[in-house]
């Protein structure tokens, strides 16, 4: 069963107001995640990473004052795209790397934002 | 700077075989991934490989040259389901990953 919590889903915003993504671990704990965020055919782009009870870490090129991230306990990190814009439009996936393991890394199902 | 590349697209009939070829250039490896992503969902992991060689899992391979910068994902049987885009990452020396874009697989009747 699937171990990350992502929600919503699919989001329909207008321009201008924020929409808030939640991404949950559900029987682990992670100190580190990441976000990410994939345009139509391109890949995967680093968008920062969270660390639990610390400032984020943002990719260059990513406003943090646009995208807040807050990683406020071991299971739960949330994106917060503030003033939406529709080139914000995006899918937007979270990942926390799994713990004792170099290789996988457990995703969310990821968020369709439109923003309108 | 770094980059992966590998084909956009590929169509394939089912029950026969396809090879998706990535080549990488990175600072530094420790490991690279395949992973199998449906439209609108998030990838789910295939395979990892980290040492030069073949690693076999049921209808699907992952080889690996480190030397060339180069591996590739080879699907067996085809199957309708297989109708998807197939990532190829590699984690760099910071253990970040870094993504290619993509191919699309196109499996026919």
């Known amino acids: 069963g699937a171990v990350v919590s992502q929600h919503p889903s699919r989001v329909i915003c207008k321009s201008g107001t924020s929409v808030k993504i939640e991404c949950r671990s559900l029987?682990?704990?992670?100190?580190?995640m990441f976000w990410y965020r994939q345009f139509p055919k391109q890949s995967l782009m680093l968008m920062a990473t969270?660390?639990?009870?610390?400032?984020?870490?943002?990719e260059q090129g990513v406003e943090k004052d646009k995208f807040l991230i807050n990683h406020a306990s071991l299971t739960l990190s949330t994106l917060t795209v503030t003033s939406a814009h529709p080139e914000d439009s995006s899918f937007y996936i979270c990942?926390?790397?799994?713990?004792?393991?170099?290789?996988?890394?457990?995703f969310g199902q990821g968020t369709r934002l439109t923003v309108v | 700077g770094q980059n992966i590349d590998q084909p956009t697209e590929m169509t394939a009939t089912e029950g026969a075989i396809v090879q998706i070829n990535c080549t990488y250039q990175?600072?530094?490896?420790?490991?690279l991934f395949w992973y199998q992503q449906h439209a609108g969902e998030a990838p789910t992991f295939l395979s990892y490989?980290?040492l030069d060689g073949l690693e076999e899992k049921g209808r699907f391979s992952s080889f690996l040259s480190r030397s060339k910068g180069y591996s590739y994902l080879l699907l067996k049987e085809l199957q309708m389901k297989d109708s998807a885009s197939y990532l190829c990452?590699?984690?760099?020396?910071?253990?970040?990953?870094?993504w290619g874009a993509g191919t699309k697989l196109i499996i026919k009747p």
């Open positions: 969270s660390n639990e009870g610390s400032k984020a870490t943002y």
């Open positions: 990175t600072s530094g490896f420790n490991g």
């Open positions: 990942s926390f790397p799994r713990e004792g393991s170099v290789t996988e890394a457990f």
């Open positions: 490989n980290v």
């Open positions: 990452a590699v984690k760099n020396s910071n253990y970040q990953l870094i």
């Open positions: 029987d682990f704990q992670a100190t580190t």
